[in-house]
């Protein structure tokens, strides 16, 4: 399993000291949104114990879509 650990490594390695999405996005938006977005998802579907054999399965351990955030409140 990916750790979120490992999650945010992974989303770093998409920048570089001239630019890159981090570094794009932090000018931008004062964040590196996209990271936030991915590590929010992140620990939504960490709790359903997400493995190579146990897959997320919408409507029975995960709720996907635009207002999935708001039903899981």
Do not use: H, W
């Not at 999405?21 to 949104?33: D, F």
């Not at 990271?35 to 996907?64: C, F, H, Q, W």
Request: charged share 20%.
């Amino acid at each position: 399993m990916i750790s979120g650990l490992d999650v945010d490594y992974i989303l770093e390695t998409f920048q570089t000291e001239n630019g890159g999405l981090g570094n794009n996005e932090i000018a931008k938006y004062g964040t590196y949104y996209t990271k936030d977005l991915v590590l929010a998802e992140y620990d939504r579907m960490a709790p359903a114990g997400v493995s190579l054999t146990t897959p997320l399965i919408d409507g029975e351990n995960y709720t996907s879509g635009p207002n999935a955030r708001e039903s899981d409140a």
